[in-house]
């Protein structure tokens, strides 16, 4: 199938799926993910705003939305863009294919994340790679990333202005995986990645699109509250088979393995 085939398939399917289709313009803005301006703290009195444990802004930073591959993972490597950076052994970027069909969001890595710099090692990792291969994808053949690139100390909840700080990263993963489908796990990812504060439950009932971008969105649980509440793991199936209806044909799958 040729790619404007699978664009006019894909596009099918998302009106079929009652999904407003959004039509890419030739030169479409590079940021995804717009921060809401009165969430972005500036980048001045860095050390002042730190002493209080509030974000800090590296002055300066630099241009993400552009960035490549290689710069993204240095510029996030190096990142000093909340407090988060002063707790972390290492960042975790992510992992997988860079054309992946999938791009899976978590919310932030765990103690063993933070300790193995990738991202989902741990028993949810286990959970999430059986999810995964249940749709036919090896743990290697999706992207996998979080909102968060450093872990929260003892694993709370991220705080705003850090998932704001982190924001741009996961916008510019998203470009340039430019996947057929972002698969959103828990509240954490689901509500940041929308800019919705609706609960899970409403979420998961239908397909999103990313504004501005014809990228579906499908939410489902996170796979460490799955571990917690086992008899939820057929709704998460039912999220999944959502999933399966956005991805391109499987033999045409096989064929970019
Ligand atoms: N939970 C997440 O959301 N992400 C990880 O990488 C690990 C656990």
């Known amino acids: ?14 009106r ?30 860095g050390d002042a705003r730190q002493a209080q444990g509030a974000a800090v802004y590296a002055p300066g930073a630099p241009d993400i939305a552009h960035m490549d591959w290689q710069s993204l993972a240095q510029s996030v490597a190096g990142c000093t863009r909340c407090p988060l950076c002063h707790s972390r052994t290492q960042t975790v970027f992510g992992v997988g294919r860079r054309d992946a069909d999938i791009l899976v969001v978590g919310e932030a890595p765990g103690a063993e994340e933070d300790r193995q710099g990738e991202p989902f090692v741990g028993r949810a990792g286990q959970l999430l790679d059986n999810m995964l291969r249940a749709l036919g994808y090896s743990r290697e053949r999706v992207f996998i990333a979080n909102m968060l690139k450093c872990r929260p100390p003892r694993n709370r909840d991220p705080g705003a202005e850090e998932v704001e700080a982190c924001r ?72 999944l088979k959502r999933l399966r209806e956005l991805l391109p044909e499987r033999a045409e799958r096989e064929g970019t393995a």
Do not use: C, F
């Open 1 to 14: 199938m040729s790619g404007d085939e699978e664009r006019s398939r894909r596009q099918q399917l998302l």
């Open 16 to 45: 079929r799926m009652g999904i407003d289709v959004w039509v890419r313009r030739d030169d479409p803005p590079p940021a995804v993910l717009e921060p809401p301006a009165d969430r972005v703290a500036q980048a001045r009195d």
């Open 168 to 239: 741009p990263y996961l916008a510019r993963q998203i470009e340039l995986v430019r996947p057929s489908v972002i698969l959103a796990l828990g509240r954490i990812a689901a509500q940041n990645l929308l800019g919705s504060d609706r609960p899970l439950r409403t979420l998961r009932q239908q397909v999103h699109t990313l504004q501005q971008r014809a990228i579906p969105v499908v939410v489902s649980y996170h796979p460490a509250y799955l571990l917690r509440t086992p008899q939820d793991k057929a709704k998460a199936w039912d999220d």
